[in-house]
């Protein structure tokens, strides 16, 4: 199982980017999905979920209307788009895949497979 998440670097306040996470191995395409990060020095933060098909999906709070995620079935691979970044958003993100369906968990043990994560840095 891998899931390889890119588009990460370093953008100023106020801009955008959006992340890919490509899989192989299991299934995606019958898999609940979901972003995660962790800025340094914090907890662990739940950001956004999406279910198998793509039409059901949850974002956290503190990026709703900011973030967007969404699924291509036929590529294996899942985005977050993200705009109007600030320098809270500033943290390493991870794909993963939740044990439960609808997850909104911010607790690693709740996630069955992750990538290595990708670095988004917002700052002037």
């Known amino acids: 199982v891998q899931l390889q998440a890119s588009g990460g670097g370093l953008v100023q306040p106020g801009g955008s980017l959006t992340l890919s996470c490509a899989t192989s191995g299991f299934p995606f395409e019958n898999n609940w999905m979901s972003w995660v990060r962790q800025a340094p020095g914090k907890a662990m933060e739940w950001i956004s979920t999406i279910n198998a098909l793509g039409d059901i999906t949850y974002v956290s709070d503190a990026v709703q209307g900011r973030f967007t995620i969404s699924r291509d079935n036929n590529k294996n691979t899942m985005y977050l788009r993200m705009n109007n970044l600030n320098p809270e958003d500033t943290a390493r993100y991870y794909c993963?895949?939740?044990?439960?369906?609808?997850?909104?968990?911010?607790?690693?043990?709740?996630?069955?497979?992750w990538g290595q994560g990708t670095l988004v840095t917002v700052s002037s």
């Open positions: 993963a895949r939740p044990q439960k369906a609808h997850s909104r968990s911010d607790m690693r043990q709740d996630y069955t497979h």
